[in-house]
């Protein structure tokens, strides 16, 4: 049984298949000069054996970078002038210059000098603009989709900038912006700018909603792990009844604060090692005039994991994300705020709304196994990159406003899924889930990695 309304589910095998004709087209020239995703994993012990290892750097050039600045290039290495060059940060440059993601190719020279050695930083950049497609898919909401425009160098600074334009379940327009990440503190790297407006039906609160959203984030590296800063987020939203807003005039403004610490040892793009760890606090009500008035705290933790013995393409996912909210709901926290479980993004075997509180609390384990890891195909001139995933799941989650509804609201899932990742899309899921105490199997269709949405206000 699908979740989706019966109209949306009978279109859902067409759009998908055009989605991917659409992505393939869009690859013929761009694959060949779109960045190439490396993890630590992709470079070999003994990289660029060295005759020169332990000898001091007495100077560090760039070449290749017709757009890219630089400085940016310098931050990213972790070879310092006046320090010796070594095996591990030959290794560490190669990992980091990749990370920026505006070049296809990263290689290193050394040549002799006086006392010492000079290391020269070689790059091919990426097609600084990229047109390509933006989907989005969501149980209340169903399927959107429509053109995007993104730019993985803007202004030479590495930084990623995307605006789209989606139509279907929902109209969404959006801009994104993320600074590249750095191992190095910089006040000129670290922002992350995103908005968002929205135009859809709230299927569960039955009203028709217009909203506009800002996130702007300011963070720096503590170490090449950890990350810490601050968050700033304003929604604006507008509803068209009654008993939706705290305000009167079925509109509110809430803007909120919030401090994060960030772990992330993530192995790779499609991790199968490492830790993902964030913990933020939030204040929500800052200015004069908002009604609402509360206080957040969020916990995302996900761990990734090879299992011993059964080779590099079997590994898990354990995923914890929870969120309590400190206000009164209906009163200083509006009803909007709410969350709902069940379905594609939190539950899966459930259909969306079967568990509702001013609280959260989600959990997921996934085993995966590798079919393809993802390479270049090409068929004629047509040219992309795609790689396949098979697995199990398990979800289990609860939402609750009184305490005693903590444990009595707790739902369940488990099933089989299928992942297709591709770039800029990233990965479309596709899973069979079965919720033992709703008795339905349903087909759940969604894109990014189940982790990241679960945390989305919509799902």
Not at 310 to 330: I, M, Q, R, T, W
Not at 417 to 426: D, K, Y
Request: with cysteine; hydrophobic share 40%.
């Amino acid at each position: 049984m699908c979740p989706l309304v019966s109209s949306r589910c009978t279109s859902l095998k067409h759009v998908l298949a055009l989605v991917l004709l659409l992505a393939a087209v869009l690859q013929i020239w761009a694959v060949p000069c779109t960045a190439k995703f490396v993890s630590i994993e992709d470079i070999p012990v003994g990289f660029a054996e060295n005759p020169r290892y332990g000898e001091i750097i007495r100077m560090i050039h760039v070449e290749g970078n017709i757009h890219t600045r630089t400085w940016i290039i310098k931050s990213a290495l972790k070879s310092k002038v006046g320090h010796p060059y070594t095996e591990e940060t030959a290794r560490k440059d190669l990992l980091w210059v990749s990370r920026l993601g505006s070049f296809t190719a990263v290689a290193f020279r050394v040549d002799p000098v006086e006392d010492g050695i000079a290391l020269t930083v070689i790059v091919t950049e990426a097609t600084p603009w990229l047109p390509s497609v933006s989907l989005k898919i969501t149980d209340e909401n169903g399927i959107e989709l429509g053109p995007a425009f993104t730019s993985f160098n803007l202004l030479g600074t590495a930084a990623r900038l995307s605006a789209y334009a989606r139509f279907g379940g929902a109209t969404n327009y959006g801009l994104r912006y993320s600074d590249p990440a750095l191992p190095v503190k910089d006040w000129r790297a670290g922002y992350k700018l995103f908005y968002f407006h929205r135009e859809r039906t709230n299927e569960l609160l039955h009203f028709e909603e217009t909203s506009d959203e800002l996130f702007l984030e300011f963070g720096q590296p503590d170490t090449e792990e950890m990350n810490s800063g601050l968050r700033f987020r304003y929604l604006y939203l507008r509803a068209d009844r009654d008993s939706i807003t705290l305000s009167p005039d079925n509109k509110d403004k809430i803007s909120s604060l919030g401090f994060f610490v960030q772990h992330d040892s993530r192995n790779a793009v499609y991790p199968t090692d490492g830790w993902f760890i964030d913990a933020e606090v939030s204040k929500y009500g800052l200015f004069g005039g908002e009604l609402s008035d509360f206080w957040r705290f969020d916990m995302d933790a996900r761990f990734y994991k090879r299992i011993p013995g059964l080779g590099p393409k079997h590994s898990v996912a354990l995923d914890y994300y929870n969120s309590l909210v400190f206000g009164e709901l209906g009163t200083t926290i509006p009803s909007h705020q709410e969350f709902y479980i069940g379905g594609t993004n939190s539950v899966r075997g459930w259909e969306l709304g079967v568990r509702h509180g001013q609280n959260q609390w989600l959990n997921t384990v996934e085993y995966w196994y590798r079919l393809m890891e993802q390479k270049k195909w090409k068929v004629w001139i047509i040219k992309w990159r795609m790689g396949f995933q098979i697995g199990v799941f398990g979800d289990l989650g609860t939402a609750w406003t009184e305490y005693e509804d903590l444990r009595e609201n707790w739902i369940g899932g488990f099933g089989a899924g299928f992942r297709l990742t591709l770039p800029v899309i990233t990965v479309v899921r596709l899973d069979v889930g079965y919720g033992p105490n709703g008795g339905v199997v349903r087909f759940h269709v969604g894109g990014a990695e189940k982790a990241s949405v679960q945390k989305f206000r919509v799902r």
